[in-house]
């Protein structure tokens, strides 16, 4: 069935630092890609989305590309700051469905 | 977008009781709202897709008499977690589907302790 990989987390970075967390998918057709994040003690925000291929989805200074080739959609910051410290989910929609399937989460940690 | 609110935010109960958590949509009418459970180290486990005026649909594994869903308005789902145990305590999450928008938009999240 459908499913989405995230990278294993926690992730430890200091302010400023690049930041990659890698998200692939396997899925029948052309589903639709975001990434969720999830503060501490929060539900889940939509931090971006993208709905076809070669797609960029960008929101708060994140970055993902939907790559059909390599079926992913890897999620990017170039300087990350301490506010950015949560729980990022990779997730995807297919056929027009509402229903999600996640990734397992990662965990971010920024250091001032 | 749209906005979603959870009541309570946090409970405690004794072992035993029973315990209801509101979701509420309250911008628009939703049709299709989502129940989540969210367990240690962060995964997400979809607990059932409740549709307004029929009965939910639960997810394998997911005991139906054991979680409640009650979807009797547009802008109301309730999840009722009947006779509560310690190993129930964990944080639940609804979201609500917004026709159109492919995407769900996701509520505070109730915390429930079960002593």
């Known amino acids: 069935g459908d499913s989405v990989t995230q990278m294993e987390g926690p992730v430890t970075l200091s302010e400023e630092a690049f930041l990659t967390i890698n998200c692939t998918y396997t899925?029948?057709?052309?589903?639709?890609l975001f990434w969720y994040v999830q503060y501490p003690g929060e539900g889940l925000q939509l931090l971006l989305k993208a709905t076809k291929a070669d797609d960029k989805g960008s929101n708060k200074g994140f970055e993902a590309t939907y790559r059909k080739e390599t079926t992913s959609f890897h999620l990017e910051k170039g300087s990350v700051q301490v506010s950015d410290s949560a729980v990022y989910f990779c997730?995807?929609?297919?056929?027009?469905?509402?229903?999600?399937?996640f990734g397992k989460g990662t965990k971010l940690t920024v250091n001032p | 977008g749209a906005v979603v609110s959870q009541h309570p935010s946090r409970v405690i109960c004794k072992s035993g009781t029973s315990v209801k958590i509101e979701c509420r949509s309250l911008d628009f009418q939703a049709t299709t709202m989502f129940w989540y459970r969210q367990f240690p180290k962060q995964s997400l486990m979809l607990m059932a897709t409740s549709n307004e005026g029929s009965k939910a649909t639960y997810e394998q594994g997911v005991e139906k008499d054991k979680f409640l869903i009650n979807h009797a308005s547009l802008t109301l789902s309730t999840l009722t977690v009947t006779s509560a145990h310690p190993e129930d305590s964990s944080f639940y999450i609804c979201?609500?589907?917004?026709?159109?928008?492919?995407?769900?938009?996701f509520g505070p999240g109730t915390r429930l302790t079960v002593l």
């Open positions: 979201s609500v589907g917004r026709g159109g928008y492919n995407e769900q938009f």
């Open positions: 997730a995807l929609t297919w056929g027009g469905s509402e229903k999600l399937v």
């Open positions: 899925a029948t057709g052309y589903p639709s």
